[in-house]
Nanobody, 123 residues
């Protein structure tokens, strides 16, 4: 599986963005997917994750109530819908994957990473 993230951009505080991560390959439905972000000078953190069955999700406390992770296995794509964006959400966002397993916030759990997409939230 290879991952291609898109959807980043410049948005004003309070605005919304939807990130997409398209996967190649025919076994996408077997992969637990996650979104991570890394701001300048900060460690990479998990924003959200969704298990391969789609029935369990994880959200960082900092985005709960503002973000929704979802997947469309028919399109081999995972999404991150972000609303009420704040300047502190500014970061490069990465999607990651691991075959099967629980929705984990641990970056070491994931063995496939896509390139990042930059989200900039202006105040």
């Amino acid at each position: 599986v290879q991952l291609q993230a898109s959807g980043g951009g410049l948005v004003q505080a309070g605005g919304s963005l939807r990130l997409s991560c398209a996967a190649s390959g025919r076994t996408f439905s077997s992969y637990t997917m996650a979104w991570f972000r890394q701001a300048p000078g900060k460690e990479r953190e998990c924003v959200a994750a969704i298990e391969w069955k789609g029935d369990r999700t994880y959200y960082a406390d900092s985005v709960k109530g503002r973000c929704t992770v979802s997947r469309d296995d028919a399109k081999s794509t995972v999404y991150l819908q972000m609303t009420s964006l704040k300047p502190e959400d500014t970061a490069v966002y990465y999607c990651a994957a691991r075959k099967f397993g629980r929705a984990s916030a641990n970056a070491a759990f994931y063995d496939i990473w896509g390139q990042g997409t930059l989200v900039t939230v202006s105040s």
